[in-house]
Structures are given as C-alpha cells and as structure tokens.
C-alpha cells in the first residue's frame, strides 16, 4: 500500500477540485439569489475533509491487504501475522471447536498435554490419547511407552476389572533404562503376578 501513496494524494486533490468547482457553481446561484458567499477558509476545509476521507480509505485497505486477494499476485498467502495481532485479541471463544490441534502447539506445550491409556490383560494397547505404545513384558508386567520424558509428570494406574475374584495391586514407575516409559506390575488379590488389564493417566 505504501507505494501506491500517490493514488491517495492524487484523489484528494482531485476531490478537493471538484469540491471547489461545485462550491463555486453554487456560489455564483447562492450569490445572485441571496448574496450567499463561499470563503476562502471554507474550500481549504472542505478540501481537508477530502483529503483526510482519502487518507482513513488508504488506512483501511492497508490494514485489509493481508486478507484480500489480488488477481496480479493469486499465489499470496491470505491472513494476518501473529505480529499483527493485539495481545489478548484472540479468545478461546473466538477459536473454533477442534482448529488447534497438538500438531499447532510448541513442544513445551504439547509435551504438558495429559495423556492416558487402556491396555489389555495381554499387553496390547486398547485405545489411548495418541502417540503411546504397550507391550507385556512378563507375568503382570507391562511397559508402556508414552513418547515424552515422564520424569517430571505424575501419573495413576488402576486396574481394569468386571470380577472381585481378578481384583489386585497395580504399581507403576519410570523404566531405569528409558525415562519415556513407564514399567506396570500388576498382581492377582493374593498379591501374586498376574495379568490385568489396566488404566493409565498421565499429567505433566
């Protein structure tokens, strides 16, 4: 917008002319009618007036280019920058249901996102939050993946059971050996190892 900044000059002084053609044109009628007289002061208003109308015009087109479109440049990516945006300006009420998803966050935000997982009596992950792998390692031993450094989140393990006769412990801690999993040893009510399917949240 800034170097077409001759267009709104040219306009202005071209509505300031006509302003001034038309002034006089009624002021030669106003005067032989009623001795109406336009000042000097008048037109240098009027013509202010026009200029400043030109000027808010430019303003609004520049503040707009970001999202118009135009037939010499089709390949322009439309929207406005994060920089053009006033602090605070954008709302979680202004923000449709499901636009910002984990993939938009920056890794120190995605990485706080809880997540959680249903794994089965043998070891194979039922359904969970996303990103997250299972396996049984041994009798009521699992290890649960969670592809993320666990070490400063706490989480939460349950059993999953329909019977009182598969009730049990469940316990879970980081993996020695790899800070992104955790180890869950599951035991039968008689405090023995065995299989159980389980629950597990995560929140960082």
Known sequence: MRTRWWVGVAAGVALGLGTVVAVE??????????????????????????????????????????????PKLPQKPLG?????????????????GGAVSEAKLSSSLSGRLPAWAVVGANGALARSSGGITSQRTGEG??????????????????????????LGDIGAA???????????????????????????????
């Open 25 to 70: 044109a009624a002021t030669e009628d106003a005067s032989a009618q009623g001795g109406f007289a336009v000042t000097a002061e008048q037109l240098r208003t009027n013509q202010r007036v026009s200029i400043a109308a030109v000027r808010r015009s430019n303003e609004s087109l520049q503040l707009l280019d970001p999202i118009r479109r135009q």
């Open 174 to 204: 980081i993996d020695p050996v790899d800070s992104e999993r955790l180890v869950v040893l599951t035991t039968d009510n008689a405090n023995a190892a065995a299989d159980r399917a389980f629950n597990l949240q995560l929140t960082c």
């Open 141 to 166: 031993a699992y290890r649960v993946d969670l592809n993320r450094n666990v070490g400063q989140c706490s989480w939460t393990a349950t059993i999953v059971t329909s019977s009182v006769a598969d």
């Open 80 to 96: 406005w920058r994060s920089q053009d945006l006033r602090d605070g300006s954008v709302s979680s009420a202004k923000i449709a």
